[in-house]
């Protein structure tokens, strides 16, 4: 099959808009397998603060790229880009249709517009420099450094994600470029799949509402327990993984930086700003359908009929599926 008529589908949004529940019901609607556009349900025993989607909740439909590394593994946009890939082609081997569902913007950009990270070398030492400083001094001189060679790429990236301010660093130091700019001429570039990017959303105030009812819900579940468990195996804040929402915040309440109750405000917090960072993002991407649950009347249904509708439109689907 050629790339150009490979199928794929992305079905993304904001953190806590009802993504997972919506792809599953889409799997089954249209003949789908789904790969996980996460950045943290890679890792194995990170299931409460990732949310991490539970094999009862699958129904039975194939996932892929969930729980599939340890917590002390690297994981970055260009391994996720290749391991997509993989999966993308063990689903069309089954005669079905991959779903890319998640939140990572960047990500799902670097799948679907086959962005090309070659110019960079893979220097692990100057890795192990940047992130031994942003241990030692704080994550905000690693920010200051990026907002000197790269000011577009700094007012886009968090100075909390250290995993990207870094890869944006390295990128300057190796070609001499920012990667914003870089970002935004791979972004031009066409697709090579016959895709549909479907963005879910809800209006603004109930998102940050699912966030709050989200975060006591991990607490209930026991985030605490499985942070603790983490830092028992030796997970630091160093880690990759370890830098993600529900992580850094509990393991500062362990490490004596805050209490349980300020880490679990800064979580809800920061969660909340996340959802209007991944908002701003999706809404700078071309090509996108946004799904606005209030325009359905919040009926799941009537979602998935004009989403099956838009595939029959592209030749995704056929009229009979």
Not at 196 to 202: R, T
Not at 258 to 286: C, N
Request: aromatic share 8%; hydrophobic share 35%.
């Amino acid at each position: 099959m050629a790339a150009a008529s490979k199928p794929l589908v992305i079905l993304t949004g904001p953190t806590a808009v009802g993504k997972t529940r919506l792809s599953i019901r889409l799997a089954k609607e249209i003949g789908g397998e789904i790969i996980s556009a996460d950045s943290m349900q890679v890792y194995r025993g990170m299931d409460i603060g990732s949310a991490k989607i539970t094999r009862e909740e699958m129904q039975g439909i194939p996932h892929y790229l969930i729980d599939v590394l340890e917590p002390w593994e690297e994981f970055h946009v260009v391994k996720f880009q290749k391991m997509a890939r993989e999966a993308m082609e063990t689903v069309w081997s089954h005669g079905r249709i991959p779903i890319l569902a998640g939140g990572t913007g960047f990500y799902i950009q670097a799948v679907l517009y086959d962005i090309d990270f070659t110019d960079t070398q893979e220097d692990a030492s100057y890795r192990r420099e940047l992130e031994a400083l942003a241990e030692k001094e704080g994550p905000e001189v690693l920010h200051r450094m990026l907002q000197e060679a790269d000011p577009d790429s700094a007012a886009q990236i968090h100075e909390n994600n250290v995993k990207r301010v870094i890869r944006a660093l390295e990128f300057y130091r190796d070609t001499g470029k920012p990667i914003s700019k870089h970002n935004e001429q791979e972004r031009q570039k066409a697709s090579p799949y016959c895709f549909a990017y479907f963005v879910l959303n809800d209006a603004r105030s109930r998102i940050y509402e699912n966030i709050d009812r989200r975060v006591d819900e991990m607490m209930d579940q026991g985030l605490l327990q499985e942070v603790e468990g983490l830092k028992a195996r030796g997970c630091t804040r160093s880690m990759v993984s370890m830098q993600g929402l529900g992580y850094k915040e509990i393991l500062d309440y362990l490490d004596g930086k805050t209490t349980l109750q300020e880490a679990v405000r800064i979580l809800k917090r920061d969660t909340r700003h996340f959802a209007k960072r991944q908002l701003t993002w999706f809404k700078r991407e071309r090509d996108v359908i946004w799904l606005n649950k209030q325009d359905f009347d919040y009926r799941e249904e009537r979602i998935l009929s004009s989403m099956k509708n838009t595939l029959q439109e592209k030749g995704i689907l056929t009229e009979s599926e």
